[in-house]
């Protein structure tokens, strides 16, 4: 049986991360590597699966966490970044405030966030927020600002009005730049999270593992980030397939480009 060529990517892809899991764990074990620099993949998996019952409130806390904070992102993303793309004077005006408040590191902004709203969720879910705004706003506002003009005077010249010419070719022609930021942006969305749960939270990942280094408990500090990594995977390839359906003749012209 032919394997197609995304199977084919997939499987090399599993290798080579297999590969490394495995390298990792013998060179653990040749050097003699300490626990507590360097636990092997095993000790890891073992404690994640191990305290995996005391660990599911707090993957879920922090999962539905950045869920929310994304979600509010992605809206207040998706309209200033259609503001941004469609005005070349509220582009003047809001991408250097935009790019001035994404520089700010947001290990800054968090305790301002417990400062005013105390301690808890709501500070992870403001810190998640900002943390995935800038690649949506971004990613949106370059798609319809590189509208190919061509396509938007022959519209015109049969008629079309502007609302017509931006659902039809201006807002199509944005979804790979829409879906292309939010799988960068759920990313980002867990590093806000787990960042403000490390500074002001009594449930979620990032809890676990300060208590976890606190007791020089590395391998359940490496089990959170390892927690971390499957569910930042699973949403990308989530948000993959449902770019692939809706954008799917982007991939296509892709595909045939490397045909």
């Known amino acids: 049986m032919k ?23 013998v060179a653990c074990v040749v050097f003699e590597v300490s626990p507590i620099v360097l636990p092997k993949p095993s000790a890891i998996l073992s404690t994640l699966i191990v305290n995996m019952p005391a660990l599911w409130p707090h993957i879920l806390q922090t999962l539905l966490t950045t869920l929310v904070g994304f979600f509010f992102g992605m809206v207040i993303g998706v309209a200033l970044g259609a503001i941004v793309g469609i005005s070349r004077t509220a582009y003047n005006v809001a991408y250097p405030l935009l790019v001035g408040f994404s520089s700010i590191p947001k290990v800054a902004v968090v305790p301002i966030f417990v400062l005013w709203f105390g301690s808890g969720t709501l500070p992870a879910v403001l810190t998640a927020l900002t943390t995935c705004i800038f690649p949506i706003v971004v990613n949106v506002a370059t798609g319809l600002a590189t509208t190919e003009p061509e396509m ?15 659902r039809n070719v201006s807002l199509p022609r944005t979804m790979p730049y829409f879906f292309a930021s939010l799988k960068v942006a759920v990313t980002l969305a867990f590093v806000g999270t787990v960042l403000s749960e490390t500074v002001a939270a009594n449930r979620g990942i990032g809890t676990v593992m300060m208590m976890a280094t606190a007791s020089f408990d590395v391998p359940l500090a490496f089990a959170g980030l390892f927690a971390l990594a499957i569910l930042g995977i699973l949403l990308y390839a989530v948000f993959a397939v449902i770019e692939k359906r809706i954008c799917g003749w982007a991939t296509r012209k892709q595909d045939l480009a490397m045909n």
């Open 3 to 25: 394997l197609s060529r995304t199977t084919i990517e997939h499987l090399k892809s599993a290798s080579f991360i297999l590969l490394l899991f495995v390298f990792w764990q």
């Open 152 to 166: 938007e005077d022959v519209l015109k010249a049969l008629g079309a009005s502007r609302y017509q010419v931006l």
